[in-house]
């Protein structure tokens, strides 16, 4: 992870990574450095397929029951 920030200019030390799998709450990212990757992904060849799996708040995924009208 350390050298993905460093490839995509994030700021390494705003990210702490405690564990491989990811599901430690030990796992800490800075604002700043979560608005980088998400630059990133937004300028990839995979950003509409990210776009298209978030979930839409009243309509589907786990926001399903949350803000619907």
Do not use: W, Y
């Not at 430690?24 to 998400?38: G, I, Q």
Request: proline content about 3%.
């Amino acid at each position: 992870m350390a050298q993905f920030l460093d490839e995509i200019g994030a700021p390494k030390d705003g990210a702490k990574f405690s564990d491989g799998c990811g599901l430690s709450r030990e796992n800490t990212a800075s604002p700043r450095t979560v608005t980088h990757v998400l630059r990133h992904v937004a300028a990839s060849d995979g950003a509409e397929l990210f776009r298209e799996s978030l979930a839409v708040a009243g309509e589907d995924g786990t926001l399903s029951r949350r803000m619907s009208r």
